[in-house]
């Protein structure tokens, strides 16, 4: 059910206004930790969303994100918000005396294996 709130109200939406400011904080604080510039802030707003999704909440059998999904999520794949990855470069783009693997950061979630 959508019930309206009075506009710059924000006690009046209290448990949505907690949540946003949680994941707001959350996202602060992976970037700061990361050192990552300001434009990444969507991807820390959806890491901090995901990971609030797979954390057990007080009172409730069941994680929120198995509650929409209707399964049990594996967790293997979670990761600090930026680690390092490393790629292959191929032969024709390679420089001759280059090396062939390269270092990125990756950034937020990957839910699969992504080498080839």
């Known amino acids: 059910m959508h019930e309206k709130t009075i506009p710059y109200n924000a006690e009046s939406n209290g ?30 707003v959806a890491y901090s969303t995901h990971v609030s999704n797979l954390t057990p909440r007080k009172g409730k059998a069941k994680l929120p994100i198995e509650i929409w ?21 191929p032969k024709n783009l390679a420089e001759k005396i280059s090396d062939a693997r390269q270092t990125w950061n990756n950034v937020g979630l990957c839910e699969r294996k992504t080498w080839l």
């Open 15 to 44: 448990k949505a206004e907690r949540a946003i400011r949680v994941t707001v904080e959350r996202a602060r604080i992976a970037l700061y930790e990361s050192n990552l510039p300001l434009y990444f802030w969507a991807e820390a």
């Open 69 to 89: 999904e209707n399964n049990t999520p594996k967790r293997s794949y979670l990761k600090v918000f930026v680690s390092l990855a490393y790629f292959h470069v």
